[in-house]
């Protein structure tokens, strides 16, 4: 599963140049719709970046956000190789808390750079390729959690700011709703197993046999629900908007 992980293309695999005419257009562009960001999330952000020293770099917090993420993968190297469980109880507990503190601490970088006045490019870029290694180490977490094993999967990440300039986050986004849930999820893997997701949804979710065969189970659902909010809508929909 990890083999090409470290697999590093070459120089000229990085960008072209065209890409780097480009690059010196380059602004930043971004849009939370989120209401949960916007009533919650945005005070307890607030809050929790007075707990930082004024001396610390806003990198060094994005690092150790990251750093989260990584013991995490570094729990499913040891305990649950196989994505498939179980593993300890407080493994899936650590991935529901490790998962908040990443969030928690790259929501908090960028406003400790403009607390001490040192935001930059470099640490916009910093933050964002930690971000993109994350989207890896989230969606193998959250393989553990739900003990949905190895597949060959195909994820899309950054697909529709690519083709739309700027990075919409929807009233219901990844970065936030979903972060959350995947969390709670996390949480419930640590008190229940991850074999509660591979239950009968008939069995707990209502009206759930009307859309579903009785063979579906929990997570069956979950993604089927994923992928029509989270791909089509937020992402085909939005980039049809930009071009019409």
Not at 139 to 151: E, M, T
Not at 187 to 199: R, T
């Amino acid at each position: 599963m990890f083999q090409n992980i470290f697999k590093l293309p070459t120089a000229e695999e990085y960008v072209s140049e065209k890409s780097l005419d480009n690059l010196r257009l380059y602004k930043y562009s971004a849009v939370d719709k989120s209401y949960l960001t916007k009533y919650a999330l945005s005070h307890y952000w607030n809050w929790a970046v007075t707990l930082f020293p004024l001396w610390m770099a806003p990198n060094l917090i994005t690092l150790l956000g990251l750093g989260f993420q990584v013991v995490s993968i570094f729990l499913i190297l040891i305990y649950d190789p196989e994505l498939t469980g179980p593993a300890p109880s407080w493994v899936y507990l650590y991935y529901g808390i490790g998962m908040w503190l990443y969030s928690t601490f790259d929501n908090v970088d960028g406003k400790q750079a403009r607390r001490t006045n040192s935001s930059s490019p470099l640490g916009e870029l910093f933050d964002h390729g930690c971000d993109a290694l994350n989207c890896m180490f989230g969606a193998i977490v959250q393989s553990a959690a739900f003990g949905l094993g190895i597949s060959n999967a195909t994820l899309m990440f950054c697909f529709m700011k690519y083709h739309t300039g700027t990075l919409y986050l929807g009233y219901i986004n990844g970065p936030t709703e979903v972060l959350v849930s995947a969390c709670l999820a996390s949480f419930a893997s640590s008190i229940y197993g991850p074999q509660i997701w591979h239950m009968k949804a008939n069995d707990f979710i209502p009206f759930s046999r009307l859309f579903f065969s009785d063979k579906s189970s929990i997570i069956d659902v979950i993604i089927v629900i994923t992928f029509i909010g989270g791909i089509f809508f937020a992402v085909f929909a939005r980039i049809l908007v930009a071009a019409f």
